[in-house]
């Protein structure tokens, strides 16, 4: 705090300067010169009327007739009280003008007597001028702070409260007041006494208010001590603190989201203040407030309140509170826009269909407030007029329009109606199950215009032969076959053969469809790798076609037409592939001795590395004479890599000259994507 100067202080001086200057000197005539030996304006020289130190300087100015014809000899000086002399007459042998005295320590009012004596020892007048001395302290003065917070923006005023008696003998000057952060201040230097300047309040013990100015936030000390009218101050010092609250409390609006709502929203203000606080208290107190389209606001004392924004549109939300302090936001409260949208889109399909694309499934949308959320909607689809839950389609949404695909060859033959959901920002849904000219939105399956195909082995034309057995005998007849109606569904060929496959793909009025993708989907027997292999072409212009198939294992082949968005998807139905197992086996030599070394057969299963099952697969071994069956001896197990080897010995003397046959044979195995199979004979006759 900003302390005051020593004002009456200065004044004083100046009057007794003022004095000292027009003070006349005088020439006396009197014969007498002694009686014109006396000190003129006597005065102590302190700055108060009162002195707090026992020892006072005494000065005056020298009687006109004083000077080299008449000098003066000595000074004298007594001291008396009330109740007589405290200091006999004390003689200065000195012609100087000032002297010191020194009083006991009992404060009082003294009366000092000054004279002069002349060259021949003569007394002059005397002088006299009162001394006042107080050393005693006042009593504690303790300033009473507000009971409450004090706003920022506001000087902070207090009172001192009045120390207790009695009074030194010199009264109350006043008091000294400093404010420090830390509480560590002292109102004046020195800790006994406090000068005039040092003096905030100098109007005496009843000018007890002092105004402490804008404070900075948050607590301030405040310490006075009351001091005497010697300047001798108290020795405790009173200490309060001071709370200044110049913030706005903080106010946190909760419930309304940052886009649009689809009805009422329940707002909630909270208010914090981190010094005076926000308790209720009253109508003068705390308090949080929510204004909406600049309405009268929702007030609830305390730190918080609830309101209810209401209406479709957008809504001005103004939202602040007071702190126990009195600081408010209301001047310039926060702001938010509530937006609330509780209509649903207006949906509606098509109000025609597409020739070029039958099975493209359009709806328009609009929302004239919130607009349509480009993340969200549908298409769905059902049997018309039936209970049935609805399938939704594959949607793709943007720029007002719902677009979806209805894979109608997935669907039986019927009739279908449609629902379109769009939805606006706000999450409201919007609803259509008619066109844009009020019809139903129901189609009528199938959309598309049909298509056939008809495949099977062969080229263009299956020239084969057709064999069967008769009387024991193998016959076979050679057989051509032009449409693909009449192909065979199975076929079987040998290990390591290609197939051709061909066929043709029509509209069902007749003509071929030509220039169209079609796919030749190969499905092999389990423990194939792949399991699947698909072969892509086009159809000739007469809607044909005709491919090789792979060698490779058994299958079914499917040759199917995905469609174009004005035809229906097609399959030209499945036939059977089947192929013969490779295997081939060797004999060491072609006769053998009874009783001799034996015979080592050798072979392989599985050329041109065809996968082996893990561990191998059987293989039977068989013999037989010719025009006799085949009879099993002995299964052998292949390697991994699908050989195997054998050693028989002929010991029967009845094999003599019999030139016997022999074969290794592949039995039908899980896991393995071939048809059982025999290898070429081989003969080995007995000797």
Same mark, same amino acid.
């Given at each position: 705090?900003?302390?005051?100067?020593? /004002?009456?202080?200065?004044?004083?001086?100046?009057?007794?300067?003022?004095?000292?200057?027009?003070?006349?000197?005088?020439?006396?005539?009197?014969? *007498?010169?002694?009686?014109?030996?006396?000190?003129? %304006?006597?005065?102590?020289?302190?700055?108060?009327?009162?002195?707090?130190?026992?020892?006072?300087?005494?000065?005056?100015?020298?009687?006109?007739?004083?000077?080299?014809?008449?000098?003066?000899?000595?000074?004298?000086?007594?001291?008396?009280?009330?109740?007589?002399?405290?200091?006999?007459?004390?003689?200065?042998?000195?012609?100087?003008?000032?002297?010191?005295?020194?009083?006991?320590?009992?404060?009082?009012?003294?009366?000092?007597?000054?004279?002069?004596?002349? +060259?021949?020892?003569? $007394? !002059?007048?005397?002088?006299?001028?009162?001394?006042?001395?107080?050393?005693?302290?006042? @009593?504690?003065?303790?300033?009473?702070?507000?009971?409450?917070?004090?706003?920022?923006?506001?000087?902070?005023?207090?009172?001192?409260?009045?120390?207790?008696?009695?009074?030194?003998?010199?009264?109350?000057?006043?008091?000294?007041?400093?404010?420090? @952060?830390?509480?560590?201040?002292?109102?004046?230097?020195?800790?006994?006494?406090?000068?005039?300047?040092?003096?905030?309040?100098? &109007?005496?013990?009843?000018?007890?208010?002092?105004?402490? !100015?804008?404070?900075?936030?948050?607590?301030?000390?405040?310490?006075?001590?009351?001091?005497? !009218?010697?300047?001798?101050?108290?020795?405790?010092?009173?200490?309060?603190?001071?709370?200044?609250?110049?913030?706005?409390?903080?106010?946190?609006?909760?419930? +309304?989201?940052?886009?649009?709502?689809?009805? #009422?929203?329940?707002?909630?203000?909270?208010?914090? %203040?981190?010094?005076? !606080?926000?308790?209720?208290?009253?109508?003068?107190?705390?308090?949080?407030?929510? /204004?909406?389209?600049?309405?009268?606001?929702?007030?609830?004392?305390?730190?918080?309140?609830?309101?209810?924004?209401?209406?479709?549109?957008?809504?001005?939300?103004?939202?602040?509170?007071? *702190?126990?302090?009195?600081?408010?936001?209301?001047?310039?409260?926060? $702001?938010?826009?509530? @937006?609330?949208?509780?209509?649903?889109?207006?949906?509606?399909?098509?109000?025609?269909?597409?020739?070029?694309?039958?099975?493209?499934?359009?709806?328009?949308?609009?929302?004239?407030?919130?607009?349509?959320?480009?993340?969200?909607?549908?298409?769905?689809?059902? $049997?018309?007029?039936?209970?049935?839950?609805?399938?939704?389609?594959?949607?793709?949404?943007?720029?007002?329009?719902?677009?979806?695909?209805?894979?109608?060859?997935?669907? +039986?033959?019927?009739?279908?109606?449609?629902?379109?959901?769009?939805?606006?920002?706000?999450?409201?849904?919007?609803?259509?199950?008619?066109?844009?000219?009020?019809? $139903?939105?129901?189609?009528?399956?199938?959309?598309?215009?049909?298509?056939?195909? /008809?495949?099977?082995?062969?080229?263009?034309?299956?020239?084969?032969?057709?064999?069967?057995?008769?009387?024991?005998?193998?016959?076979?007849?050679?057989?051509?076959?032009?449409?693909?109606?009449?192909?065979?569904?199975?076929?079987?060929?040998?290990?390591?053969?290609?197939?051709?496959?061909?066929?043709?793909? /029509?509209?069902?009025?007749?003509?071929?469809?030509?220039?169209?993708?079609? =796919?030749?989907?190969? =499905?092999?027997?389990?423990?194939?790798?792949?399991?699947?292999?698909?072969?892509?072409?086009?159809?000739?212009?007469?809607?044909?076609?005709?491919?090789?198939?792979?060698?490779?294992?058994?299958?079914?082949?499917?040759?199917?037409?995905?469609?174009?968005?004005?035809?229906?998807?097609?399959?030209?139905?499945?036939?059977?592939?089947?192929?013969? &197992?490779?295997?081939?086996?060797?004999?060491?030599?072609?006769?053998?001795?009874?009783?001799?070394?034996?015979?080592?057969?050798? &072979?392989?299963?599985?050329?041109?590395?065809? #996968?082996?099952?893990?561990? &191998?697969?059987?293989?039977?071994?068989?013999?037989?004479? #010719?025009?006799?069956?085949?009879?099993?001896?002995?299964?052998?197990?292949?390697?991994?890599?699908?050989?195997?080897?054998?050693?028989?010995?002929?010991?029967? %003397? %009845?094999?003599?000259?019999?030139?016997?046959?022999?074969?290794?044979?592949?039995?039908?195995?899980?896991?393995?994507?071939?048809?059982?199979?025999?290898?070429?004979?081989?003969?080995?006759?007995?000797?």
């Amino acid at each position: 705090m900003r302390r005051r100067g020593g /004002a009456l202080a200065s004044l004083a001086l100046a009057t007794a300067l003022l004095a000292v200057a027009v003070s006349p000197r005088v020439a006396y005539s009197s014969p *007498d010169p002694i009686s014109q030996l006396r000190p003129i %304006d006597l005065r102590v020289s302190s700055e108060a009327a009162w002195q707090a130190e026992s020892r006072f300087r005494l000065d005056w100015e020298q009687p006109p007739i004083a000077g080299p014809g008449f000098p003066i000899a000595a000074v004298g000086y007594r001291v008396r009280s009330g109740a007589g002399v405290v200091i006999p007459e004390v003689r200065l042998a000195r012609s100087e003008a000032g002297l010191e005295i020194s009083l006991s320590e009992k404060p009082g009012i003294y009366t000092a007597d000054v004279w002069l004596e002349g +060259p021949e020892g003569g $007394r !002059g007048p005397e002088a006299s001028v009162a001394l006042r001395f107080d050393n005693t302290r006042p @009593r504690a003065a303790r300033p009473l702070a507000p009971a409450s917070w004090i706003p920022g923006s506001r000087p902070a005023v207090l009172r001192i409260e009045h120390p207790a008696g009695p009074h030194p003998i010199s009264g109350i000057r006043g008091y000294a007041v400093a404010v420090d @952060r830390a509480g560590e201040s002292a109102p004046c230097a020195s800790p006994a006494w406090c000068s005039v300047a040092e003096t905030d309040l100098r &109007g005496g013990i009843g000018d007890d208010t002092v105004s402490l !100015g804008i404070l900075p936030e948050g607590a301030s000390v405040v310490h006075a001590v009351a001091v005497s !009218g010697s300047g001798m101050r108290s020795a405790e010092i009173g200490s309060a603190i001071v709370w200044v609250d110049s913030s706005r409390p903080e106010v946190t609006l909760s419930g +309304p989201g940052p886009g649009w709502a689809n009805g #009422p929203v329940w707002l909630a203000a909270k208010a914090t %203040d981190a010094l005076s !606080g926000m308790a209720a208290d009253g109508p003068s107190g705390p308090f949080t407030a929510i /204004a909406v389209d600049g309405g009268v606001p929702r007030l609830e004392h305390g730190d918080s309140v609830a309101a209810m924004v209401t209406g479709e549109g957008a809504h001005g939300v103004a939202f602040y509170a007071r *702190d126990a302090t009195g600081n408010t936001g209301e001047a310039a409260p926060a $702001r938010v826009t509530v @937006r609330i949208d509780e209509s649903g889109p207006e949906v509606a399909f098509s109000r025609f269909q597409d020739p070029a694309e039958p099975e493209r499934i359009e709806a328009t949308a609009g929302d004239r407030l919130a607009g349509l959320d480009p993340a969200r909607g549908s298409i769905a689809v059902r $049997r018309a007029r039936s209970l049935q839950p609805w399938a939704p389609l594959p949607t793709a949404t943007g720029a007002g329009r719902l677009v979806a695909h209805w894979d109608s060859d997935s669907f +039986p033959a019927g009739t279908y109606e449609f629902k379109a959901t769009a939805y606006d920002l706000a999450g409201n849904p919007g609803f259509a199950e008619r066109r844009g000219n009020g019809t $139903r939105m129901v189609l009528s399956n199938p959309l598309k215009a049909r298509a056939t195909i /008809a495949a099977g082995f062969g080229g263009r034309r299956l020239a084969w032969r057709r064999c069967g057995r008769k009387d024991g005998q193998r016959r076979c007849r050679r057989e051509a076959i032009d449409t693909f109606e009449q192909r065979p569904t199975r076929r079987s060929v040998p290990y390591g053969r290609a197939v051709s496959y061909a066929g043709r793909l /029509a509209s069902a009025a007749g003509p071929g469809l030509g220039g169209l993708p079609i =796919s030749i989907v190969e =499905s092999f027997a389990a423990g194939a790798d792949p399991s699947q292999r698909t072969t892509t072409t086009r159809t000739a212009a007469d809607g044909s076609f005709a491919t090789r198939l792979a060698p490779g294992p058994s299958r079914w082949v499917e040759v199917v037409f995905d469609g174009t968005p004005t035809l229906a998807r097609a399959s030209g139905g499945e036939v059977s592939l089947g192929v013969l &197992g490779g295997i081939r086996m060797r004999a060491s030599a072609a006769s053998a001795r009874v009783g001799g070394a034996p015979v080592a057969f050798d &072979g392989r299963v599985g050329e041109d590395g065809a #996968p082996i099952p893990p561990g &191998g697969r059987p293989v039977e071994l068989q013999f037989r004479l #010719p025009g006799r069956d085949w009879s099993e001896f002995r299964t052998v197990q292949t390697d991994a890599h699908g050989r195997f080897r054998y050693a028989y010995s002929f010991s029967d %003397d %009845d094999s003599r000259g019999v030139r016997f046959q022999f074969r290794a044979f592949a039995p039908a195995q899980d896991g393995w994507p071939y048809e059982p199979a025999a290898s070429t004979p081989v003969f080995v006759t007995g000797r």
